[in-house]
């Protein structure tokens, strides 16, 4: 297995690790590892805003297809009282 020294550790953090080793009934050693292994799991890819919001919306009902806007100039709102 391969093996990683941290140098210049603020005191601080030590203090802080050791204590949520503690808690958890863990070495600092293990505690370390433990919290690379959640931090670098391997998630889901992110997505964009729009698959986003269309994920949010894909089971509501709509049934036409929305037309593509882009190339078209932009026009101000017209609001009536």
């Known amino acids: 297995m391969a093996q990683l020294l941290v140098r210049n550790l603020e005191d601080r953090l ?4 050791q204590r949520r080793a503690r808690t958890h ?11 690379l292994r959640n931090a670098l799991r391997e998630e889901e890819p992110a997505r964009g805003l729009g698959t986003e ?6 089971d ?3 049934q036409e297809e929305i037309p593509e806007l882009r190339g078209h100039a932009a026009r101000p709102a017209v609001l009536e009282p």
């Not at 030590?14 to 690790?17: A, E, I, M, T, W």
């Not at 009934?25 to 919290?35: C, K, L, T, V, W």
């Not at 919001?53 to 894909?58: E, K, Q, V």
């Open 60 to 62: 509501r009902g709509l």
């Open 53 to 58: 919001i269309a994920a949010l919306f894909r």
């Open 25 to 35: 009934g863990r070495s600092m050693e293990e505690e370390a590892r433990e919290i």
């Open 14 to 17: 030590k203090v802080r690790l």
